[in-house]
């Protein structure tokens, strides 16, 4: 199934392919949404680039700070609830920290808890987080589920059962491990920190419904229908544009049938860009075009030049290397450089990570550069985009 990416440069935003989500915007921390509940408040998610971890606490004041002074992690949404004193039927929730893999560790397993701070040098214990329900609780509360990383070194916890599955199922970084704790269902009433009509997006902004469609399904689409007891909102697209995969797309526009490696001649002339984590923006890296243009992937004294810091061949480079989450070689990369066309288009990745699709081995692309007569696409050597 295929699904379309939002492109952005300084012109134009258009309509593209989009195979996995992308990390969440940084919001300003006055927008950070507050419980307004006694005893229960919302747990902040945030994202590191830098750690590639998240990083969870309830306190809102330690939120706030490190939204506005720390620029390793990004705010994400209000991940879940939880409680900041102990109630009936729950259990603390513990947090370790590790100067190792530069990030937090949460268990509500009290033998976990004691044998990881009894013998794991890795962790230093913190405190208590908050307090959850145990994963026995039958009352009503939501389940957390837990996944490792042994690409990044961390955790990671979400209550959302469509992202769980997600992971699960598409995500190679990050090994599934079951249901971690329970928590109260609370968060789910964000409208009330909303204006009327307005609902908020679990970024701390108060939109319309209509612009929660649009977020994720592309501006053809539109909100149906809202049921308030379930919190759930239907989308659909609006006339003129029909469903692509999971994309409201314009009906005149038809993606490629691939769904496999792309081929020489499907990629002959395109243009390649990485993403660039100091600038947040994909900058241009190289073409799959005629060996003789020094812009060329195939051109080892321009492009392919393996000696060039951003070459997709430099073994010690951000896209040439085996371990960096933005190198066409590691194989469980989120985020490889991706093929432009010449309207603005991606296309398809380039990449050894076979879950991202349409791709294009790395290899398989220098010696598509050596063997076509394509030109490159000139004006891209100084754009940089945004992929959302």
Partial sequence: MKTLF???NVFTTILLLLVMSLPLRQVSADSLPK???TGMGYVYRFWSDIFHGHFYTLSYDEATKVNETDT?????????????????DTIPLYRFW??????????????????????DTNWKYEMVAFYVYPTTYTGSAKTVYRFWSPVFKHHFYTADEAEMTKVKDTDRNWTYEGPAFKVPNENSNFNTMCPYNQYNDGKGNCVTLDKLCKDKYGEGS????????????????LNGYKWQGSYCVSEEYNLPSYDYEL????VGGLSIFGYDNYNDNYKFI????????????????????EFKSDSLFNEFGTYGNMFGSYSA???????????????????GYVTKNTLKIPYIDPDHAKNCAKNTFSSPIYDHEDKTFIIQ
């Fill in 35 to 37: 419980s307004s509940s």
């Fill in 329 to 347: 070689y590691n194989e469980f990369s989120y985020k490889p450089p991706v093929l432009i066309d010449a309207y603005n288009q991606v296309k």
């Fill in 222 to 237: 539109y909100s149906k229908s809202y049921d308030s007891n379930a919190n759930y909102n239907t989308c659909d697209c």
């Fill in 72 to 88: 390793n992690w990004k705010y994400e949404k209000v991940a879940f609830s939880g409680f900041s004193t102990q109630q009936a």
């Fill in 6 to 8: 939002k492109l952005k």
């Fill in 286 to 305: 190289g073409s799959i075009a005629n060996e003789f243009s020094s812009l060329s992937i195939g051109n080892e004294f321009g492009y392919g030049n």
């Fill in 263 to 266: 081929s020489c001649d499907e």
């Fill in 98 to 119: 590790s100067d190792n893999f530069r990030g937090h560790f949460y268990t509500a397993d009290e033998s976990e808890m004691t044998k990881v701070k009894n013998t």
